[in-house]
């Protein structure tokens, strides 16, 4: 596979979705091979014309294990991008304040332990910034159980492929069905698509998804529209009222009238009804995306150090290799090189796992507990400053006017019965070690009091 190639694999509980992407000119990407396997012991080919069914191999393969080799030898190559449904993760689409991009992952890692089902240390979060505007940040967060991710993992190691990006298969379909639906014109956009067993709901404001969902096994077309109720009054909270100006049902068939008429109800406009423009369980649009910059990534982090000691164990074989050849006198010896470094390499994963759980526990905590500190911290509040002056406030003195500026400084004037009582306040302000500098304006006689004005600076503000 040349360094630019692309090859993705989507993976459900019915068939292996595989295709290969390679650079043509200055058209960009193109396809250049792909395919879908079954995973059913006994089955027959899908619709799909690119539908492949799996022989029977050896007693101990799995169904996943066979796809993926004849998968192999179909697209080549060494590295792939994995996906996988939205049914297998936890995801959450969230609105931050823009002032926490500089520590997004620390907050996404906080909202996703606050709610994820799955065991502490046991799954891994990334994110994707959908967009962004002066006040906040929407934002994409996900989980993946270790062992849903080790589970495709393995098989894959035993092929021969290293996963290099995990993603998510729904947003592999949003990136192939954006440009056919212009989803991204103004207006609130509900996709509901049906595809095998399976619903996926998208909900998209000016082209921003807000909402991403996916039904099994819907009793019926009465469930699926409370459930599609639901959604749309979860996004009316999150997102705020908006208008829905259209609503796309896709499928691989058109399906009852029934469905049709339920939506119109619902919202008061016809569902428009369009058709797949790709059978490719998204993994065409998963493969697209991962020559775009910042998406999301679920690949755990043990993963990642053991592909990078695979590629210290690659030299490392290679220098043994040149080593045998001028030393053929230790060749006994070297040959039994490739099985040491396979079982430290196990020991090594196994280690590198545990100790990964454990700092991701530690680094959880520690995260949390700075931005609950960050969030708390009311050192610098108007309430707080106001406390702080009113106790220098000698008698005969009498405030009024208080102004607080956040993170520089405050104004204070008042009227005095006797000057001296004006330069007494003054100094104790100055001697309090939150400011910086204290300046005076007055005392200046008026109508029987003193009137005067101090400026306080907090320290560390520059002038």
Known sequence: MAKSDVIALAVNDEALYGVRYSPRGSSGMTRTGGGVWLLEEDSSPVDDDQAVVVDEDADEDTPLLRALKVARKELGGREVVLAFPLSQLLVRILKMPVEIRDDLAGAVDLQMDKISPFDEGGYTTGFEVLSEDEDSLWVLAA???????????????QVGWKVVRTDIALLGWLRTLCGPFNLASPGRRVVLARFKNIWMLMVMNHGTLVLARSFKDISGYDALVRELTLS?????????????????????????????????????????????????????????????????????????????????????????????????????????????????????????KFHYREHKAVSDTRKRVNLILSYTNREHSPLEMLRVVSGYLPQGITLTGFNFKKQEGVKISGDADQPTLVYQFKNAVTEDSLFQEVSLTGPSASRGKHKFEINAVFKGVEE
């Open 143 to 157: 989980a993946i159980p270790s062992a849903t991710f080790d589970a495709v993992n393995e098989p894959l190691q």
């Open 232 to 352: 749309l009054l979860n996004v009316e909270i999150e997102a705020g009222p908006l208008s829905v100006v259209e609503l796309i049902v896709v499928a691989e068939e058109r399906p009852e009238n029934e469905l049709f008429s339920k939506l119109h109800a619902l919202l008061g406009i016809e569902p428009d009804y369009k058709e797949f423009p790709s059978l490719d369980g998204g993994v065409e649009g998963v493969a697209l995306r991962s020559v775009e910059e910042s998406v999301i990534d679920l690949t755990p982090a043990y993963w990642h150090d053991s592909l990078k000691e695979g590629a210290i164990r690659k030299r490392v074989t290679v220098g043994v290799a040149v080593a045998t050849a001028v030393w053929a006198v230790f060749m006994a010896v070297l040959f039994s090189g490739p099985l040491v470094y396979k079982q430290m390499t196990k020991m090594v994963k196994a280690k590198a």
